[in-house]
């Protein structure tokens, strides 16, 4: 199925480039192929200690970090044959996809990340292409250093219906600048392309459904929101559009390190974006939708001459024209501390299967909202719903963080959000909904689900906490993914992160990682690396979860 060899040899690209830095080649073209390598992260023994992966329950039965850096691999002997640092791409015969990338680290050689991970059902192995090494055939340097760490990079990878790939890669030597990187599958050939931006990769389709072709890349080009469209030609080569500008300047999108909840979704012949504003809203006659708790500068901005929050807006694409449509104003997403746009504040998009559209709101420790369009080419506010408030909040500063959403084939909608809700005691208990926990500022990694009415509407349960690190009241954040495969099987990829680290937990830290200097004495709100990526996965549509092991995937083909 896969060619495969212990070294990592090409074949001649055979394709004159032109240089234009560095002797480095810059227009598109073969990188030549490259056979696969046995996976560095496949150790071949068990991935889970003995007793089997166990039952996460949200809220009353999940994973707990008992201790300082006390996580999955500690208390529950988790030891993946893979490395769950990127959301998993599913090709059209099953085969699982998972880029590799340290979170511990902000640029990589390709030593030992920068890959993209499979796993070969013919030895039940994992095995790796290394996109470092596409790079260097492409840009014909001796070296070449990507960004890896997940705060700032994409970490996904997109297969396509043909079972072709597509990463996005931002290189930081010897050239600087986004690229993107394809697998042809028919021939196995690995193609180049310099992008004018540092990218993100966007599906078209719902994840649940095969794409017809390749996806659309999505970034910042000169400050505002830009899109590239991407087709293959007849002999699988690709042809990349101009840029199209779909927001303003200083416009944001759903943060890619952490959620990176879909901002594009196709119906027919139109493509919809979302993005967040930059610039307050004047006061009109559309709602804030003010929700219980809000906070004293909140309350006080609802007077001012602006709307309090982040405006949140959908376009269209017309790909038979090229055109964007007007902006249409969605509602508002808060941040309890601040009336001013905030880019955590940013939302997402996908499409059922009969072409309605639902968007997340996104917020900062607030209230997501949840709207969906009245009919599949929703042209004004009048089109869609009015926002639903989304998450328990028990006091002003709780809240949802980071739209992490998929649909599946019966459109039911799967959403996962940092959550700092005060909702559990100092153990670990939940507390009633009307109880709340003053003194805890623990965030928690959370899921909620939305089921189709019979009436028409989508039905939302706050399910709960999937992940508690209860020893922590400081910050945490999870650089958390989700996605879904074929059976409906969904998979959610995190590496916690705990900052403001008190002296205990410092001195753990030190230990684990050595080679992390940490001056001494700590600075005050101590940020230091992500570290130990996990993956969950739950196969009766989120009701129950488990540590993913390379048997699931097996089973999922």
Known sequence: MFERMTAMPFCAAGLALAVFAS????????????????????????????????????????IVHPAAFQGERETLGYRPRFFPTGPVAFAPDGTPYVRASRPDRDTGDGTDDGFIQFLDPADGRWYVWSLVDVLRRHL???????????????????CDGLG??????????????????HRIAASGVWQCHPLPMVARLERVRPPAAALEGPPMAVGHLDGRPTLIQIERA?????????????GPAGAGLNPAHSGAGPVAATVGRRTYLVYAGAEPVPHSGQSTHGAPFRSPKLAEAEKGPHHPGTPQYVVSLDHDTGKVSEPVLLGFGQNPYSPNPDNHNCPSIVADSRG???????????????????????????DWTAPEALGLRRRYDCGLTYVALAIDSQDRLHLVARNMSRGYAADGTPLPADAINNESMMRTLDYLRATPQPDGSWAWEELGALVMPLWHRGYSIFYHKLAIDRHDRLFLNYSTYAAQLPPDAVAVYRSRWPAEAIPEPPP???????????????DDGGSTWRLARTVDFLEGR
């Open 164 to 181: 072709d790939l597509y990463a996005t890669v931002r290189v930081t030597a010897p050239v600087q600048g986004g690229f993107l990187l």
């Open 234 to 246: 007849a002999d699988g080569a690709l042809r990349l559009g101009a840029p199209v500008a779909f």
């Open 140 to 158: 014909d340097a001796a070296a070449v250093s990507i960004g890896t760490n997940v705060r700032i990079n994409d970490t996904g990878v997109v």
């Open 356 to 382: 309605v559209l639902h968007v997340v709101l996104g917020a900062h420790q607030h209230h997501f909202w949840y709207v969906r369009s009245r009919t599949t080419t929703p042209a004004t506010r009048d």
């Open 23 to 62: 002797s480095c080649r810059s227009l598109p073209g073969d990188a030549g192929r490259q056979a696969a390598r046995p996976s560095p992260y496949d150790h071949g023994g068990a991935e889970i200690a003995a007793g089997g992966p166990g039952r996460v329950v949200p809220s009353t039965a999940p």
């Open 524 to 538: 005050a709100g101590l940020w230091m690396r992500a570290h130990d990526p996990a993956m969950l996965m739950s």
